[in-house]
């Protein structure tokens, strides 16, 4: 006789018929009939009661369409914390344990000492002091934007710390499983909260719009767990893997007591987001320095394009560097900005490059338009075979500076090579197809001008504020940006009011 199969079949209702079908069964067996109905007796008195707190809050995530993964963006850092103790004699435990008791008063997140915090923070402090630097650096131009949208939303203005965790502030960072920009939102996930992605387009990475989807993101969080803690511990390892932690510590709601439940990587979540919360809010009293940034974000605004147009481009008529306009601009995965009817694309630069922009705008569309059409005709109709040549990476190089280099553009270098990112790796070979002569640094010659200059008709220009390369050449007829590169000897793109440009009008 199959006893487990006769336990299912009567296990929830006992006295039925299934019941006396069993007795029946077991009749002529006394001591059988014995054991069976105390097994029986066991199973119907067991309750099968879930914890009702986390049994709710796995209701409400269910209802928010749970199960796209933005859980699996934690670095590595983080996921390798030991909490082991680190000798860090500039700062005392006294000293620290003062600081997070006031810190704690104005925070809702838990901020009270531990001996894995503190260890945290001291491995910080003494292994990661350059980078923090360069992020405390980098946040003056990111918290501002981050502050007026959790503001907005009536969320901790210290959540702004958390991209820090997630993307050490680079808006273009991918993990290996996909996750993507400063709040690292899987695919699905930004979907999900609005964000585009295309071929063209990652709007993950466009520090507006996801900081936007983030806020919304973690008010549901918080609205679900109603505990800034847990919210950060399910942004990172998903709701469904806090609950359980709150199920196995048996009913715990507090982070710290359903830590030890939590995955590896939630772990050292929100001990490394409170020690970077420390450090940035005592930053000089540890010696760190808050340095006016390149960029500051109310210095600059946004235009929405009317037409397709490459950064490259914008780089050309407005003399903005291309590695800043693409800082700006990040979320423009091949550095082209498409135009799609019915959807909202804009650039973003510096203020006073906007005035300029908007009233040259038709000349400018104009330019970048020929430029496509000249784009859009096979490789060999715009190169002799001969011009290619192979250049292989160095230290210190990136496509902006070889682009200039070579005179063409970091979208050809892209197009030319199949490259899908800006990345480029020591010793790596590209191919490129130079626009003009390339001289190697032992010449002594230097390449002549597609124009030359003519003496006769030689005159000066004086350049004024706002001037660029492109809006100079327009003023005289038949000379280009290269011209007058080549006239004066420059190799960028930047100009200094007052400077005196030599330009040949025939």
């Known amino acids: 006789m199959n006893i487990g199969f006769c336990l299912g079949q009567t296990k929830d209702s006992l006295g039925s018929p299934k019941t006396k079908v069993l007795d029946s069964l077991i009749d002529g067996n006394e001591n059988l009939s014995k054991i069976i109905k105390a097994q029986i007796d066991s199973v119907s008195a067991l309750s099968f009661l879930d914890n009702d707190h986390a049994a709710t ?164 969080l918080y609205e679900i767990f109603g505990d800034w803690d847990l919210a950060l511990a399910a942004y990172n390892s998903g709701p469904g893997n806090v609950t359980k932690a709150i199920r196995r510590s048996g009913g715990y709601q507090n982070y710290w007591n359903i830590r030890h439940n939590l995955p590896r990587e939630t772990a050292g979540y929100l001990p490394a987001f409170l020690a970077t919360m420390y450090i940035f809010e005592y930053a000089e009293e540890h010696g760190f320095t808050k340095a006016k940034p390149e960029f500051v974000y109310k210095e600059t605004d946004t235009i929405r394009v009317k037409q397709m147009i490459t950064l490259d481009q914008v780089s050309e008529v407005t003399g903005v560097d291309i590695e800043e306009l693409q800082f700006l601009n990040p979320s423009y995965k091949l550095d082209i900005i498409p135009y799609i009817k019915d959807e909202n694309y804009t650039l973003r630069l510096p203020r006073n490059v906007i005035g300029p922009f908007v009233n040259n705008e038709d000349q400018i569309y104009a330019y970048a338009k020929a430029e496509f059409d000249k784009r859009e005709k096979p490789l060999p109709q715009f190169f002799e075979a001969e011009s290619k040549t192979i250049y292989r990476v160095r230290s210190g190089d990136f496509l902006g500076k070889i682009a200039r280099k070579y005179g063409v553009r970091v979208s050809q270098i892209k197009q030319w090579n199949g490259l899908r990112s800006n990345n480029i790796s020591i010793g790596q070979r590209l191919t490129i197809y130079p626009s003009k002569p390339y001289i190697t640094s032992s010449s002594t010659n230097k390449p002549s001008s597609s124009v030359k200059l003519n003496p006769s008709n030689l005159t000066y220009y004086t350049v004024k504020e706002g001037d660029s390369l492109w809006s100079i050449s327009q003023k005289f007829s038949g000379v280009s940006v290269q011209n007058i590169k080549d006239w004066n000897d420059i190799s960028g793109n930047h100009l200094k009011p007052g400077m005196k440009l030599k330009i040949s009008k025939g």
């Open 57 to 220: 809050i796995d209701e409400k995530w269910l209802e928010e369409l749970y199960g796209n993964d933005l859980y699996d963006s934690i670095s590595k850092s983080i996921s390798e914390l030991t909490f082991e103790e680190v000798d860090y004699p500039e700062l005392s435990t006294e000293t620290l344990k003062a600081r997070l008791k006031d810190l704690n008063t104005k925070t809702p997140f838990n901020v009270e000492y531990n001996p894995g915090l503190e260890s945290v923070i001291k491995s910080y402090l003494k292994n990661r002091r350059e980078s923090l630097q360069r992020l405390i650096s980098l946040s003056a131009y990111y918290f501002p934007l981050f502050e007026q949208e959790l503001d907005s939303h009536d969320i901790p203005l210290e959540i702004k710390y958390l991209a820090i965790v997630e993307s050490a502030l680079k808006p273009r960072a991918k993990s290996r499983v996909g996750a993507t920009g400063l709040w690292q939102f899987m695919y699905n996930t930004g979907k999900m909260y609005g964000l585009d992605v295309s071929s063209y387009v990652d709007e993950r990475s466009d520090p507006i719009k996801s900081t936007k989807a983030a806020t919304k993101y973690l008010s549901k």
